[in-house]
């Protein structure tokens, strides 16, 4: 059987609005892999990491060359309904036609059907409604390997209160991370760009203390709420001059913990590492 649907398509790299456009697509169910399955899509979401590999910015990583005459299909991960399965009787046992799956990692999901390996797929049940079950994988596994990597960047003996800080704190990783941090004892300080963002966020996610860095006094806010106690991790989602603001606040022999770059991935002083002795590390779960 031939389906044909639309996608979003590209055959260039550049800001989505200039290249960005919708095409037809076709794909034949007898071509579908032995671990293929294929998703009729519900929902997909646009990650900050989506705009930064449309647009080729540094923070995309490595750009991979779209072969002339074909066209790239943006997207990663989404939700949708099982319309075929490959072959593998695995996938048979695990999955069957029109369940509802969430579906991560997937090459193209900003279309109407995607194929995706059956190790990739998650069901989801009724009570998840698609825009939550369309984006509940990359950011809730990015959190679990944030505060793991913070975890490990503790040395022994850990003596509570855990602190961590984190910047972007009311963006979809950063709220998990409160939360996941939250479950396991941490106490989270949270920094905002605006005091509008502040107190969205406080009425969104009630608990930990959430500064604004667009208050001149914000980096004492911090030391305050800190009452005294060490600091030895801060997450970083900014990059740029956020990095050097970060270590300031961080204890000696401390861990700065970058995972995105929605400021900047230039302009970091690494001399602002030195002074306190602290490590900058990375997390990337693609
Ligand atoms: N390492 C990985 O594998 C991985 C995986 C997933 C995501 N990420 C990263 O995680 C971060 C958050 O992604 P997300 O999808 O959770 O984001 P999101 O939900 O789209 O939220 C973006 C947030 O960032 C804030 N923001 C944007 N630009 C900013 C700037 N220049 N300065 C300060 N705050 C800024 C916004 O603040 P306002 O509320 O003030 O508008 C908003 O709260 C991104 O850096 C992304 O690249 C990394």
Redesign the pocket.
């Known amino acids: 059987m031939q389906i044909e649907f639309r996608a979003i398509v590209h055959s260039e790299y550049g800001a989505p609005e200039k290249v960005l456009t919708i095409a037809e697509r076709q794909f034949k169910t007898e071509d579908l892999g032995v671990d293929d399955v294929l998703v009729k899509v519900r929902a997909r979401p646009v990650?900050?990491?989506d705009i930064?590999i449309l647009s080729a910015l540094p923070q995309g990583g490595p750009i991979v060359p779209i072969p002339e005459g074909t066209l790239r299909v943006p997207g990663f991960e989404g939700v949708g309904t099982i319309l075929q399965i490959g072959t593998n009787p695995e996938a048979a046992k695990r999955f069957s036609e029109g369940q509802r799956v969430a579906f991560f990692p997937a090459m193209g999901s900003w279309a109407e059907y995607v194929v995706v390996r059956y190790e990739s797929l998650l069901p989801v049940s009724d009570e998840i409604p698609d825009q939550i079950a369309a984006q509940m994988l990359?950011?809730t596994v990015?959190a679990s390997v944030l505060i793991k990597a913070g975890h490990n960047s503790l040395k022994p003996p850990i003596t509570p209160p855990v602190y961590i800080l984190q910047?972007?704190a009311?963006?979809?990783?950063?709220r998990l991370l409160t939360q996941v941090a939250l479950d396991r004892g941490v106490r989270p300080i949270r920094l905002?760009?605006?005091n509008e963002?502040a107190e969205?966020l406080r009425s969104a996610l009630p608990g930990p203390p959430v500064y604004s860095t667009s208050d001149s006094n914000w980096k004492q806010q911090v030391r305050e709420a800190l009452g005294g106690h060490k600091l030895n991790v801060a997450f970083d989602?900014?990059g740029g001059k956020a990095i050097d603001d970060l270590a300031e606040l961080v204890d000696d022999g401390g861990s700065i913990i970058n995972?995105?770059?929605?400021?900047s991935n230039i302009g970091a002083n690494i001399y602002s590492l030195a002074p306190n002795n602290l490590s900058l590390k990375s997390?990337?779960?693609?």
């Open positions: 990650h900050p990491g930064h990359i950011n990015t910047n972007a009311a963006s979809g990783v950063g905002v760009r605006s963002s969205r989602a900014l995972f995105g770059s929605l400021q997390v990337s779960i693609m």
